[in-house]
């Protein structure tokens, strides 16, 4: 019995860990059906999701207990290709209150959503085995607020399959 116990919380521990994108379609009875692609950060706190928007792939970001009270957070990706970290700062923009940051270009707003996905960004993103991203948002403190931050390491299995996937929804 000992050894089951074992192996169980072992198999939960790597299925965890080693997290990678899944493809689901999502059917809210109002919207047409459409695909949504997902993955949970390592640390299982934090999931990054491919939305299609108005044709264009958007990347959004659900993070626990974290509610941006600022409508622009600053947000660092350090891609893993090869072996090599190649850092890409970006924008997230947010209702004030929500826990869900939508991921955009540097300095950009709702206009600009999906206009991350350049080449480049695109080819870093399927290429990456890892990502990270770093977070930076405003905390309310005594009548004004400080910034802090959060990180998140992400597993890029099968990225290439979840970003085609959604981008090629019919």
Known sequence: MKKATVILITLMFACVCNAQWKVQVEDDGFDDKH???SVMSKDGEAKMNLILY???????METP????????SKVEFTFKIK???KICEIGGFASS?????????KDGGHTDL?????????????NASLVKVKITYAVPYRGTSYD?????????????NAFNRVSKQK
Do not use: C, Q
Request: avoid cysteine; glycine fraction near 8%; aromatic fraction near 16%.
């Open 54 to 60: 108005d044709g264009n792939v958007v990347l959004a």
């Open 148 to 160: 802090t931050y959060e990180e998140y390491v992400f597993n890029m299995t099968g990225s290439t």
């Open 83 to 85: 072996g090599e970290n």
């Open 35 to 37: 695909y949504v692609a």
């Open 97 to 105: 209150g929500s826990s869900m940051l939508l991921l955009v270009p």
């Open 65 to 72: 207990e974290i509610s941006y009270i600022k409508h622009y």
């Open 114 to 126: 999906g206009r991350l996905f350049t080449e480049e960004f695109l080819s870093d993103f399927k």
